[in-house]
């Protein structure tokens, strides 16, 4: 499984950014998808998540500015981020967990806040 993350770039405060993850490869036993991050200095951290049943997950530090959703013919999950602030700075990495393979992770994406 391959995972591969775009749409991360630099965006003012208050501004917008639509994260993009496309899965290829053997697909067929998707438990979730996801969105994590890490700041400088920082642990990873869960962003958002959409599971196979459509329920939907999000970080108390983003809920409400952020929305998760999924193309299943395209194998695709997006963040759409609002209302972004200087801590959101951070690179963001895709996750897919598979129920018997475990997780696979995309290399990540620079998302920077700053005016």
């Known amino acids: 499984v391959q995972l591969q993350a775009s749409g991360g770039g630099l965006v003012q405060p208050g501004g917008s950014l639509r994260l993009s993850c496309a899965a290829s490869g053997s697909i067929s036993n998707i438990n979730a998808m996801g969105w994590y991050r890490q700041a400088p200095g920082k642990q990873r951290e869960l962003v958002a998540v959409?599971?196979?049943?459509?329920?939907?997950s999000y970080a108390d530090s983003v809920k409400g500015r952020s929305t998760i959703s999924r193309d299943n013919a395209k194998s695709t999950v997006y963040l759409q981020m609002n209302s972004l602030k200087p801590e959101d700075t951070a690179v963001y990495y895709c996750?897919?967990?598979?129920?018997?393979?475990?997780?696979?992770w995309g290399k990540g994406t620079l998302v920077t806040v700053s005016s």
């Open positions: 959409i599971r196979a049943t459509g329920r939907t």
């Open positions: 996750n897919l967990n598979d129920w018997v393979a475990g997780d696979y």
